[in-house]
């Protein structure tokens, strides 16, 4: 016979969440297999993402994990992923993040004015990236052989993408 854990330090909440039991799909582990991504989410031209961990797909509350492809020489459209933060790390490829950066500097009048300047990162397998809230940015991939795989982790429950006609500056306030 196995004993129900007992209420302690480390389980407070268990086995009732604060406003009841908790749903089945919050008392277990979930495995998801390589061969069963879904493709049934938010798109962007010029890529393909994949969804591993969603709150539709395995019950998660606050966070969306998946897998997002880009062919050789291909460019995404201009995005952003709303109020998520996205965390990006780099599996096979040498995906670009472009984004638009301000070179307005306020301590330089010379600098007033200036217009924006495009940004570039360069990245390899084994590198991350993170992407605040709101930034528009695309990727690319300049290989025209190889294609880009990433693994991409966001502060939402599911996978927020705005799609943009062009990339512009976030400034401080705006969103």
Same mark, same amino acid.
Do not use: C
């Given at each position: 016979?196995?004993?129900?854990?007992?209420?302690?330090?480390?389980?407070?909440?268990?086995?009732?969440?604060?406003?009841?039991?908790?749903?089945?799909?919050?008392?277990?582990?979930?495995?998801?297999?390589?061969?069963? $991504?879904?493709?049934?989410?938010?798109?962007?031209?010029?890529?393909?993402?994949?969804?591993?961990?969603?709150?539709?797909? /395995?019950?998660?509350?606050? @966070?969306? @994990?998946?897998?997002?492809?880009?062919?050789?020489?291909?460019?995404?459209?201009?995005?952003?992923?709303?109020?998520?933060?996205?965390?990006?790390?780099?599996?096979?490829?040498?995906?670009?993040?472009?984004?638009?950066?301000?070179?307005?500097?306020?301590?330089?009048?010379?600098?007033?004015?200036?217009?924006?300047?495009?940004?570039? $990162?360069?990245?390899?397998?084994?590198?991350?990236?993170?992407?605040?809230?709101?930034?528009?940015?695309?990727?690319?991939?300049?290989?025209?052989?190889?294609?880009? /795989?990433?693994?991409?982790?966001?502060?939402?429950?599911?996978?927020? /993408?705005?799609?943009?006609?062009? $990339?512009?500056? $976030?400034?401080?306030?705006?969103?």
């Amino acid at each position: 016979m196995t004993s129900q854990p007992s209420r302690d330090g480390f389980h407070p909440d268990l086995p009732d969440g604060p406003s009841g039991p908790l749903p089945e799909a919050r008392t277990r582990v979930h495995h998801v297999r390589a061969d069963d $991504l879904d493709a049934d989410t938010a798109q962007t031209d010029g890529m393909r993402r994949f969804a591993a961990i969603s709150g539709a797909r /395995v019950g998660s509350e606050r @966070m969306w @994990m998946g897998q997002t492809t880009v062919a050789p020489a291909t460019a995404s459209a201009d995005h952003h992923h709303g109020d998520s933060e996205t965390a990006i790390y780099i599996v096979s490829g040498h995906p670009e993040f472009v984004f638009l950066a301000d070179t307005a500097d306020t301590a330089d009048p010379a600098k007033s004015g200036a217009e924006p300047q495009e940004v570039r $990162l360069r990245t390899g397998p084994g590198d991350y990236i993170f992407v605040p809230p709101f930034v528009p940015h695309r990727e690319e991939n300049p290989d025209p052989d190889e294609e880009a /795989v990433v693994v991409i982790a966001r502060s939402t429950q599911e996978a927020v /993408v705005v799609n943009l006609p062009g $990339l512009y500056v $976030l400034r401080s306030g705006q969103e």
